[in-house]
């Protein structure tokens, strides 16, 4: 099992449209996680840390369930602007590596 | 305030040459770190430096070492490169370990 997974998608969902991706993660002592974004051909960029309370920026809002081991990112009415892929990154506990999900495509048309 | 620069932004080497690849930071970031990303993989972190004087091995060291030169530059170097380090290497930095890291704009490298 890999150790963070996402559905690649692509999410196809039309503006103005919620839409949630999930991030699973292996490891129960992973302690830091977040969610970025990367265009085509471009950085990641960092979108939020999630953190264990929950966290909501705007339009983006991310949970960390714990109990059973995935971070999830909800953006409410979509933008043309957010297509994009959405990384997700956990950090574990002991190791200094972080561990990048391989990301979820999201196309958001007219 | 310029983030996290690296140079170049293309290059083309052929198998056996060697290169270098530069990255500098003016965020004051203790932590810096290099990744390669190819397709249907995801990023993976080849070497990092958690603070000045200090690197350290990544998930994919093989056939690379870097040089934490000061606080704010990290360079990587390929001795001699092989088709298989065809990919786009990312730059970053953090003020920490454990905590978020800013991206360079990537370098594409082809190796033939």
């Known amino acids: 099992r890999k150790e963070v997974e996402q559905d690649p998608g692509p999410f196809n969902v039309p503006e103005g449209a919620t839409v949630a991706f999930n991030c699973t993660y292996s490891?129960?002592?992973?302690?830091?996680f977040f969610w970025y974004r990367q265009d085509c051909r471009k950085e990641p960029k960092l979108l939020m840390s999630?953190?264990?309370s929950g966290n909501e920026d705007g339009r983006f809002t991310a949970q960390l369930n714990r109990a059973s081991q995935y971070i999830s990112l909800l953006i409410r009415d979509s933008k043309l602007s957010d297509s994009a892929t959405y990384l997700c990154?956990?950090?574990?506990?002991?190791?200094?590596?972080?561990?990048f999900g391989r990301g979820t495509s999201l196309i958001v048309h007219p | 305030n310029a983030g996290v620069t690296q140079t170049p932004k293309f290059q083309v080497l052929k198998t056996g040459q060697s290169m270098t690849l530069q990255c500098a930071q003016d965020?004051?970031?203790?932590?810096m770190y290099w990744y390669r990303q190819d397709p249907g993989m995801g990023l993976r972190l080849i070497y990092y430096?958690?603070?000045?004087?200090?690197?350290d091995k990544g998930e994919v060291p093989n056939g690379y070492n870097v040089s934490r030169l000061n606080k704010r530059e990290f360079s990587l170097r390929l001795e001699s490169a092989a088709p298989s380090q065809t990919s786009v290497y990312f730059c970053?930095?953090?003020?920490?370990?454990?905590?978020?890291?800013?991206f360079g704009p990537g370098t594409r490298l082809t190796v033939t």
């Open positions: 990154v956990v950090l574990s506990g002991g190791s200094y590596i972080p561990t």
């Open positions: 970053a930095s953090s003020e920490e370990i454990y905590v978020e890291q800013y």
């Open positions: 965020m004051n970031h203790n932590s």
């Open positions: 430096s958690a603070s000045e004087g200090t690197t």
């Open positions: 490891n129960s002592a992973s302690q830091s």
């Open positions: 999630v953190y264990s």
